[in-house]
Each structure stands twice: as structure tokens, then as C-alpha cells.
């Protein structure tokens, strides 16, 4: 259906009537959609999301001729994180999401000594479509999976085989009136045939004064303090992995090659909806690097170069955009 406006003086009456009700239905939609909206809080699902983010720095430069040098500046690592869910399916017990991402990072790694900037960055790119799928069985059960493709690379939509990557999760999770919890399965499997697999446990409780416990482990260990319903401050841990294919543009002697990160947040964060539909949030804290390097694969992962990083601070802001209720 359209709505068409008529701006020509021959119009007849009928036309001038119809563009008036139309006006007065869209003053309506507009009135009461927005006292609707206004009943909307922070826990709403966000469709939309941006982050930037802070990864730390490396205290160990790798030279272009090979080696490693100590790093003489503080250059953090940074991460540009967007995140788009769409509708696929809504009706009915099964509900089908999808979701577009793409991480932008940068790594200061890269040491070159005939330049007086100091260290490069090697511009990493991940780019993945996931499909997230929910059942219900009844009785507060159901089943949440995740299936999705990856692309990670120092190249945007890399073509090779390689940069390819499958990650998929499974959820059973048990549903009641003070939270949920539930117990799954992460598997992923790499351009080699390599198959990584690690538990996932889901616990989440409202606690007493607006306080509430989320836990999804490994992946996050929050607290959280609900101040009211459009804000609320966020305290724990919060983990980041990323693994990205080298082709050489950094340096030649990359090619083949991959970089790994591995790190654990420490964070304390405040989050509020400034519309109905639109919120922003910080964070800050310190970042706790578990690994970070580049490695060549085989039967296992063997380390080639390790930018030995230390703790560092850590700030996150992020802009979102909540689905309305």
C-alpha cells in the first residue's frame, strides 16, 4: 500500500478528502505508536549495533625483515564492530533471525625502520552472515541454535578458500519466572578440516533491588544494576577471540600465516536508551590479553611471532538501536 500526495490545484474535492485522511491517520500512528514505544526499557533486543573498541598494545614489534623489536610507543589496538539482525521467520513455535556483522581491526604490529611514523597497522577485516534459529517446546523449554559462515582476512571478502570459517552453536535452556539458564555446545571448523568445540553454560537471575546475574560462559560474567527502565550500569568480564587469515599486504613474510587474538575484558559500564528506539553506551576497564600473535597451522597451531602484550586500559563506546515492543 502507498499514500500519495497531490500538490496540483485541479485536484478535485475527493483528493483534497483523501489527503486529509491520511494526514489525520498519520498523526494517529505517530501519537499512539510513540505512547507505546514510551513503555519500552533497556533490555529490549537491539537490531542494530556499532562498537568501537579499545584491544590494547603490543609491547613487541615485529620488523618487516623479521624479528621482533620492543614497541618505543603506546599505539592500542582498536576494533570497529558493527552488528545488523533482520527478521526471517516469526510466526509460529520456530523463529528464524539473521544477522549481518563486520569487525574492522587494527593491529600495531608491524615495525618498519625507515619510517619516522613508527609502527603500521595491519587492517583486518571479518565480515560473517549467521542465521539464528529458536524453538519452543512449551513448559519453558526451548532450544536456540546459531549457524554461520565467516570470512576473516587482511583482505574485505577475501576470495580464498582459506579465510573461510563455520561456527555454530547449540542451546537447550530452561525458562522461569526470576531468569533462565541452560547448557549447549559451540563447534567450529576451519578451512583445514580443524574442529574446535567448547561447552557453553547460560545462567541468568533477577536478584533482589533491581539487580540481575548474566552469565553465558566462557563468553561473559556480568552483573547488572537496572537504575531504571532506560538505564543501567554493567560490571564484569567479557571475552574476545578473533583468528584472521594473512596474504602478505602487511608484510611478505606474513603470507600463509594467521593472527590470533585471544583477551578477557574487565569492565564496568553504564547503558541508556535516549529514544525509545536509540541508545548509547560506555565502558571502561582493562583489557587482559590471554593471546596475541601470529601462527602458522598445521596438525596444531605453532607460534611464529607474539606482540607480548601486557594489561592495558580498555573503553568501549557503542550506539544501538532497540526493536520496538
Known amino acids: 500500500m502507498g499514500v500519495k500526495t497531490v500538490?496540483?490545484?485541479?485536484?478535485?474535492?475527493?483528493?483534497?478528502?483523501?489527503?486529509?485522511?491520511?494526514?489525520?491517520?498519520?498523526?494517529?500512528?505517530?501519537?499512539?505508536g510513540s505512547k507505546r514505544l514510551s513503555c519500552q526499557d533497556i533490555s529490549a533486543t537491539r537490531f542494530f549495533s556499532l562498537d568501537y573498541q579499545t584491544l590494547g598494545a603490543p609491547s613487541r614489534l615485529m620488523p618487516r625483515q623479521g624479528g621482533l623489536v620492543p614497541a618505543n610507543a603506546y599505539e592500542p589496538n582498536h576494533l570497529i564492530k558493527a552488528e545488523l539482525k533482520f527478521p526471517v521467520k516469526l510466526k509460529g513455535r520456530t523463529r528464524i533471525f539473521g544477522e549481518?556483522?563486520?569487525?574492522?581491526?587494527y593491529i600495531f604490529g608491524i615495525y618498519s625502520p625507515f619510517d619516522d611514523d613508527g609502527a603500521e597497522p595491519i587492517k583486518l577485516?571479518?565480515?560473517?552472515?549467521?542465521?539464528?534459529?529458536?524453538h519452543k517446546f512449551g513448559d519453558g523449554m526451548s532450544l536456540l541454535g546459531k549457524f554461520g559462515l565467516e570470512n576473516s582476512s587482511d583482505h574485505f571478502l577475501s576470495s580464498?578458500?582459506?579465510?573461510?570459517?563455520?561456527?555454530?552453536?547449540?542451546?537447550?535452556?530452561?525458562?522461569?519466572?526470576?531468569?533462565k539458564y541452560g547448557l549447549g555446545l559451540s563447534c567450529g571448523l576451519d578451512y583445514l578440516g580443524g574442529v574446535s568445540l567448547m561447552p557453553v553454560v547460560l545462567y541468568q537471575k533477577k536478584l533482589p533491588r533491581n539487580w540481575e546475574l548474566d552469565l553465558l560462559l566462557p563468553a561473559?560474567?556480568?552483573?547488572?544494576?537496572?537504575?531504571?527502565?532506560?538505564?543501567?550500569?554493567i560490571m564484569g568480564a567479557r571475552g574476545g577471540a578473533a583468528n584472521y587469515r594473512l596474504t602478505g599486504q602487511a608484510a611478505e613474510h606474513l603470507s600463509g600465516l594467521n593472527y590470533r587474538r585471544l583477551n578477557a575484558n574487565a569492565i564496568i559500564g553504564y547503558e541508556r536508551l535516549l529514544t525509545p528506539l536509540v541508545g548509547i553506551g560506555v565502558e571502561a576497564g582493562a583489557t587482559?590479553?590471554?593471546q596475541s600473535g601470529v601462527y602458522r597451522q598445521g596438525q596444531r597451531w605453532q607460534e611464529v611471532h607474539d606482540f607480548g602484550?601486557?594489561?592495558?586500559?580498555?573503553?568501549?563506546f557503542k550506539l544501538f538501536f532497540a526493536v520496538p515492543r
Request: charged share 20%; net charge positive; glycine share 4%.
Open 160 to 179: 580464498n578458500g582459506d579465510a573461510l570459517f563455520w561456527e555454530n552453536s547449540l542451546l537447550v535452556q530452561k525458562e522461569q519466572a526470576n531468569g
Open 288 to 290: 587482559i590479553p590471554l
Open 220 to 233: 561473559k560474567m556480568l552483573a547488572v544494576k537496572n537504575l531504571s527502565k532506560t538505564s543501567r550500569l
Open 309 to 316: 602484550q601486557k594489561v592495558d586500559p580498555y573503553f568501549n
Open 125 to 134: 577485516h571479518q565480515s560473517s552472515l549467521s542465521f539464528i534459529v529458536s
Open 7 to 32: 500538490w496540483k490545484k485541479e485536484a478535485g474535492a475527493s483528493s483534497r478528502l483523501k489527503g486529509k485522511v491520511c494526514f489525520f491517520c498519520l498523526l494517529s500512528v505517530m501519537f499512539f
Open 100 to 105: 549481518l556483522q563486520y569487525n574492522n581491526e
